[in-house]
């Protein structure tokens, strides 16, 4: 057995009922063997030990109370994975499927891609299995307060900087920093995401889905290729998927499907983003009445037929494991070109491997190609703590650049082990050198 094989099958016996984390361990773990072999001090000081398991993991009781008075109890987590880079850096997930196992892998992403980035930021992530759909603005309210009420004595600007995610976007952010401010007196960056009134950045709405778009363009650009006229599908139709949407409009391209957690929308005239957005950031709708305010439209069931639609790009955007096998192998056959992951570990591992041996098609891993979010929130950090304010041109300039750097680390790294255009390698091997030079840089700790 070697070292990457016994620690996986360490954490399979430690961490059983933990599927999620366990995926994604596998992935990144398999992918880091010539890394590991070409450093056997990496062995020596445990450091892959080290790497997989969280340096503090807060579980919580969230109390509420409802509209109608009922007393609701909901668990709160917050997983300070890594610091060895920056102070814990990651969103805040509110959905009812969030357990230890969903905050531990997308912790665990989010340590490679924040190392990715180039930027000082370490891993952490947090959320609940709070499920905001159909709450009042009262209530939305009530859970942020008592969530911070506990959260805010483990977080803070220089220690670990939350954000949003699935669930939590500008008006969850707002009452968590209204919260903390009032427990702290401090009105300091603790969170990114904010709003422009009082400390965001610009841009950082727009930033993951942006940046999404930004890296796919420049595995087009160095292809001879662009977006100008590719059919799109975007899946979800929240933050990372609204942007990512309107940037390929931009750029030309046609997005004819996206969908939410009940049914998918296909418009083969290109789909309307105004109607989108005014359905889903106004009214807080379902997408179903899509098809009813555009002609032409039609509205289907379910999620999963989404990707039986012939594209040239897929941009899956919504959650993960939104792309099985099966749906991968139709993707292919259909002829897709260019897959870039919006949301974090879209795909399983099994369509990760249907994509990476079609030819032709361009797979650019989640860790890098949604780093734009939290790249952009480690700029909105730094205009917080520099108190000052970057135009919306030269933060959008600084996001691109960062897009088109870190393709080109990861590109890079795959080419200096021998795997070009595996990007999957590329990205866990050059994330982890950096992250692997602080550990080992900083001792046993
Ligand atoms: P939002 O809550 O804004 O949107 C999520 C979208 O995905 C909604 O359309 C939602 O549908 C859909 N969705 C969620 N769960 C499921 C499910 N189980 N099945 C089908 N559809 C689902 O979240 P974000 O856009 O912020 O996040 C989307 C993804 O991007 C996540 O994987 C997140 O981790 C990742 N990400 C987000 C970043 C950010 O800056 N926000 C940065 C990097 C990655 P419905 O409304 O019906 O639930
Ligand atoms: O998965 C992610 O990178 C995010 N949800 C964004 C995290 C952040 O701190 O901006």
Redesign the pocket.
Known sequence: MTYVERVLDDIKQRNPNEKEFIQAATEILTTLEPVINAHPEYEQAALLERFVEPERAVLFRVPWVDDNGKVHINKGYRVQFNSAIGPYKG?L?F?P?VNLSVIKF?GLEQILKNSLTGLPIGGGKGGSDFDP?GKSDREIMAFCQSFMTELYRHIGADTDVP?????V?AREVGYLFGQYKRLRNEHVGVLTGRGLSYGGSLIRKE??GYGLVYMTQEAMRLRGDSFQDKITVVS??????IYACEKAQQLGAKVVAM????GYIYDPNGIRLDVIKQLKEVERGRIKDYATRVIGAEYHEG?KGIWTIPCDVALP????N?IDSESAAVLVANGVQYVAE???M?STLEAIATFQQAKNVVFLPAKAA?AG??ATSALEMSQSSGRLYWSSEEVDAKLKTIMINIYHNMDNAAKKYGFEGNYVMGANIAGFEKLAEAMMAQGIV
């Open positions: 969103g997930r959905h499927s997308l759909k954000a949003g995610d699935i669930g976007g930033a993951t979800g139709s929240g933050n990372v998927a969908y939410d957690s009940n999620c955007c919504a959650t993960q939104e919006g949301a974090n879209p949604n979010g939290v």
